[in-house]
């Protein structure tokens, strides 16, 4: 390892980050009071504040260090791809090695009518990027009134104005302006509050039933996409019923309407694989998004996986000076697709989905001990996407007053004792870097027990 060590002037640090620093998804009536916490330094599976404790990190950075901190391989990549050629752009016909490298690794990656990458910034770029892409095709089609986005109450797919909109978590738009009439929002599709008078079965058909109400009510000649996280992640990880994506996916596709598989958190390997939609969830969709874990956050990235169906399209040319004209100065980033390269290196050679399918299954039993306490309600998700939902009754499953700030009071806890959860609402969310191992799962569990 050949990291240099840099000593920082802490109170410097937090009265500048006070004056001038706009945290995004800040509670001002917390920074007020107790200002940041600077995480300084990481290494593997902990990060370390400027204050040097050490901390396991439960949530990987932001759902997104998947190869685990400090990989000095990535950062190597990163140093010699910006000093042999740091940036130069995409448009047009120009390109560069990684970005050329990286999109035929994913075609290799995903399903295999997804053979065609379009680069972004992020995830919210990546959603944004990929309606404006939808509509294009709509229009080039000669089909210009499919324009409408279904999407779920819930729902995170971003902050952009467009994936602002499609998100469907309502704290998070709120005071915020949204593009209400591109989007609808259906229900969540959330087995343990679904009406209790129903099986997960006359659940799922109840959720495949809405679907067909809203594109009766709207008219798939308006409908354009359907958009949905294969486990909702930010709105509470959030399980649908057993065969859901694949019914929702069969009557969108019946009805000319474009399914996207917004996999930015469900992705390379969170859930034991590249791409959970058809491994996992046995969905083939028209559009796969991802970011966060496909450069394991070294380097800012997201794509948009397209079918050959759709570039067709796409690629048509449109005739004396038409041109395909969306994009981003960082489309195709020559350091962050080296990033993401060597990342994708690093999962394959290390086995690391191979990791996840070994030590999800036991990270979710593990967790699952902790329903013996009162106020655990429910403990769910899949492998390393993993939440604790707080409640106040377990039988009638009634939250805590918002004042508890029981995810907040939790994850707090868990910090004194070495460890950062995520605090979202009455939630504890675990969403690890994928090379936790069955002994620091026991260390874990143990903290959270405490
Ligand atoms: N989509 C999903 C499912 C996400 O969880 C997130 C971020 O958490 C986004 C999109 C937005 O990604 P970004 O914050 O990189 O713009």
Redesign the pocket.
Known sequence: NNKTSVTYDAQDLWQKDRNHFIHPFTDFSLFHEKGCDLITNSEGIYVEDVRGNRFIDGIAG???VNVGHGRAEIGQAMADQATRMAYFSTFNNLSNAPATELAAKLAELAPSHLNHVFYS???????DATIRLVHYYFNRLGKPTKKHILSRNN??????YM?ASLTGIASNNWEFDTLDHLVTHLSEANCYRRPEAMTEAEYCDHLVDELESAIERIGSDNIAAFIA?PI???GGVLMAPQGYHARMQAVCRANHILYIA?????GFGRLGHFFASEAVFDTQPDII?V??GLSSGYA?L?ATLISDELYAVLSTPQGLGGVLSTGFTYSGHPVSCAAALKNIEIIEREGICENVRDVGPYLERKLKTLAVHETVGDIRGSHFMMAIENVADKTTKELLPVEARVGDRVAAEAQKRGLIIRPVGHLSIISPPLIWSRQVVDEVVAILDE
């Open positions: 932001l759902w997104c910034c992020g995830g919210s770029t990546a959603n729902a995170y797919h971003g902050t952009t994936a996280e909702m992640g930010a917004d996999e930015v958190v469900t998004n970011a966060k800012p997201g």
